[in-house]
């Protein structure tokens, strides 16, 4: 079973910054993809960066130049650093796992960290 879990949100002035953590456990296959989601009251669940094991990224076009994704293997954590943070970015940050299996990626999620832009 893997297990994700999410820490590190709060609230935020517009401008500021936050580290978002994502704790592992369980078995990890490869190849996979790790990735951070974001869900507004309201809206759809939508990517916010995704790192896959062939050291590939991806990240969605309001993230870019602002968020950063990274793995540190040894520690088993998925960071997510956002800065210039926008009240449009108020959302509960969700951290994935996909294994990318032979048959159908599978998918595994967190519990969600609420992230607040507010003045």
């Known amino acids: 079973q893997v297990q994700l879990v999410e820490s590190g949100g709060g609230l935020v002035q517009p401008g500021g910054s936050l580290r978002l953590s994502c704790a592992v456990s369980g078995n990890i296959f490869s190849p996979n993809t790790m990735g951070w989601y974001r869900q507004a009251p309201g809206k759809q669940r939508e990517l916010v960066a995704a790192d896959t094991t062939d050291a590939s990224t991806n990240y969605a076009e309001f993230a870019k130049g602002r968020f950063t994704i990274s793995r540190d293997r040894a520690k088993r954590t998925v960071y997510l650093q956002m800065n210039s943070l926008k009240p449009e970015d108020t959302a509960v940050y969700y951290c994935?796992?996909?294994?990318?299996?032979?048959?159908?990626?599978?998918?595994?999620w967190g519990q969600g960290t609420q992230v607040t832009v507010s003045s």
């Open positions: 994935n796992y996909r294994y990318r299996s032979n048959l159908a990626p599978q998918d595994y």
